[in-house]
């Protein structure tokens, strides 16, 4: 009888104790609406390809049963699928294990955090929250399923709530333009062919004479000859610098006056050889002298005695004693004691005053000939009628005279067909390709450029603007650092890369001094600059991304009509934009009103 009676009673306190536990856990069921939710960023935003998350929770006082704890899954819901967020675990105080205790009766709170990876499909999503509650006779870990929390003692669905509606994603609005680089042409407007010729002279004599042995020595005949040669081409002539040099024995007067006959001497010489071929091509040409004529400039300048020239030949010599006549000589800061320095080594002067004295006698002519060019207009002719007439760089240049893309590419085409061998006309018509953006031909020449020149600095910038135009991010920062490397600045493409990371104020500050650009633009919006933003939106060169970004724009300075004007500019212009800003939540404040239905209509 008395067993009968402890089992009884046994009985009736396990019934309690279960209908006390099921009673708690209906409670926190009945009661779980009281439970507060706060979620920041409310809309979630996409930030570096990634959706940070962050939820703080309020539980009200009474609420927590001492025994039980919530396994609490946050998961964000999209048209064909979803994407669960770590889930987090509340307790009582009587549990052990991981998650945040929640006194039984003052209540609390709790703070939670994910980052998870952006999918498109989230833009149009739900962030949900459920929560199961259990009793926990065992410590818990946050390790453990959802499906096998189901099966915990008493486990019991709390509910489901959203908690915020979709993804702004307008951190992906990149405009995915590069800075391009062409390379240079090499083309000279002028180019400048310099000629000399020297002219020697016996000591104390400035009278010219081409039976002296220096004037007859093969050197300075070759040097006469080229200059007369390059005269008798009839270019055109710059300037003729003329200056002449006394060897520096003797009075330093009369070798000042010396130097200046002497180059007197050499420009009549060349002004002779200079008329002698105009008269000669007048009559060949049966051309008025007076119109062939030219007018030159000459440029003459006598500098007296030439002791560096003495000193340079005395040190190339291989006059024995030459080392102790140099440091006799520069040790004397007087002229007229330097000279009779030399003089008083009468033992080797006899070898100066043969061997170095007499090439120091001299005048050097200098003529400056502009090599004879084809006109602008003549070249850019050529460069669309007959390309194989023009050498490289004119064919290269040709394209620098006309702001038309279409042309520019058929005269960069014309140079890889022209000079196949030549990486620059392959990467320049990719420059115009990708301004066009024809991307697959751009990647085509590209590559083609890169087999032809290796490792070059423009090529592998433009390949990485080509990669940022197919949205490899990846691949466009890896060629856009080695192109950095080589040299290439890369403020600008670095800063573009810089948005799709996330990096903001890196981005704003890479770009510098740009300004009137899109993602100039978008950086500075993302970087909570809107004034700046705005600046630059208005005077960007405008397409359907642009009077879209404009209309984000104007929504964040709570701009209506802004809004309405340039969604009516994007959508007419690209119809894609009207689907994107039906479910943009940049304008959740907007969409219910007939102006913004009549904008995107």
């Known amino acids: 009888m008395k067993n009968k009676s402890i089992k009884l009673l046994t009985a ?3 019934v309690s104790v279960l209908f006390s536990a099921c009673n708690s856990l209906s409670k926190m069921v009945k009661k779980y609406g009281e439970v507060k939710y706060e979620v920041t960023p409310n809309p979630l935003e996409v930030h570096g390809d990634k959706v940070a998350v962050t939820i703080k929770g309020k539980i009200p006082a009474g609420y927590f049963n001492k025994k039980a704890a919530a396994y609490v899954q946050p998961v964000l819901k999209y048209e064909g699928g979803s994407t669960p967020l770590k889930p987090f675990y509340l307790k009582g105080e009587n549990v052990q294990g991981d998650g945040t205790t929640i006194n039984s009766k003052t209540g609390g709170s709790f703070t939670y955090s994910d980052v998870i990876d952006y999918k498109p499909e989230m833009n149009k999503s739900q962030l949900m929250v459920s929560a199961t509650a259990h009793i926990a006779k065992e410590p818990i ?10 099966t915990l003692p008493k486990a019991t669905e709390l509910g489901e709530t959203k908690l915020a509606d979709g993804v702004i994603y307008t951190s992906q609005r990149i405009k995915a333009a590069g800075v391009t680089v062409v390379a240079p042409d090499g083309y000279e407007k002028e180019t400048v062919i310099n000629k000399k010729a020297t002219l020697f002279f016996k000591v104390n004599q400035f009278d010219l004479n081409f039976k002296l042995d220096l004037n007859k020595a093969p050197e300075a005949q070759a040097g006469v000859k080229e200059l007369n040669d390059y005269i008798s081409k009839n270019y055109g002539i710059k300037n003729i610098d003329i200056t002449a040099w006394a060897s520096p024995e003797g009075e330093e007067k009369h070798n000042a006056g010396l130097s200046e006959n002497r180059a007197k001497t050499a420009n009549k010489y060349t002004e002779e050889q200079l008329d002698k071929f105009i008269r000669d091509l007048a009559k060949k040409t049966k051309t008025d002298y007076k119109t062939l004529k030219k007018v030159v400039t000459y440029n003459l300048k006598a500098n007296g005695e030439d002791w560096d020239g003495f000193l340079a030949s005395l040190e190339k010599s291989d006059i024995k004693d030459k080392a102790t006549m140099i440091n006799v000589i520069k040790a004397q800061a007087d002229r007229d004691k330097k000279e009779q320095e030399m003089r008083n080594m009468t033992v080797i002067f006899q070898q100066v005053e043969d061997k170095i004295l007499p090439p120091l006698r ?9 090599e004879p060019k084809k006109n602008d207009e003549r070249i850019a ?3 669309t009628s007959a390309p194989d007439s023009l050498d490289n760089k004119e064919l290269l240049y040709a394209a620098s005279l006309t702001k038309d893309l279409n042309t520019q590419l058929k005269i ?5 067909t022209v000079y196949p061998q030549d990486w620059k006309g392959y990467n320049n018509a990719a420059a115009v390709d990708i301004a066009l953006g024809n991307v697959n031909e751009a990647s085509s020449l590209l ?9 070059n600095a423009a090529v592998i910038n433009n390949l990485g603007v080509v990669s940022l135009m197919k949205k490899d991010y990846k691949a466009a920062k890896s060629y856009f650092e080695t192109a950095q490397k080589l040299g290439v600045n890369q403020n ?3 800063a573009v890369i810089m948005i799709k990371e996330g990096n903001y104020s890196g981005a704003v500050s890479s770009f510098g001094k740009t300004a009137c650009d899109y993602n100039v633009a978008l950086a500075s919006l993302l970087n909570g600059n809107v004034t700046a933003a705005s600046t630059a939106i208005e005077c960007a060169p405008k397409d359907a991304q642009t009077y879209y970004l404009a209309a984000v724009i104007a929504a964040r300075n709570n701009n209506a009509n802004s809004i309405y004007s340039n969604l009516k500019q994007a959508v007419a212009m690209d119809a894609s934009y009207k689907a994107q800003a039906k479910d943009d939540l940049e304008f959740v404040k907007f969409k219910n009103t007939a102006e913004f239905e009549n904008a995107i209509k």
């Open 362 to 370: 001299r005048a050097e002519i200098s003529v400056n000939f502009l």
């Open 492 to 494: 600008y493409n670095m």
């Open 381 to 383: 002719l050529l460069s």
């Open 12 to 14: 009736l306190f396990l």
């Open 447 to 455: 590559e083609k450029a890169n087999t032809l020149s290796p490792n």
């Open 412 to 416: 960069y085409k014309s140079a890889t």
């Open 141 to 150: 870990k946050i390790s453990i399923s959802k499906e096998n929390v189901k």
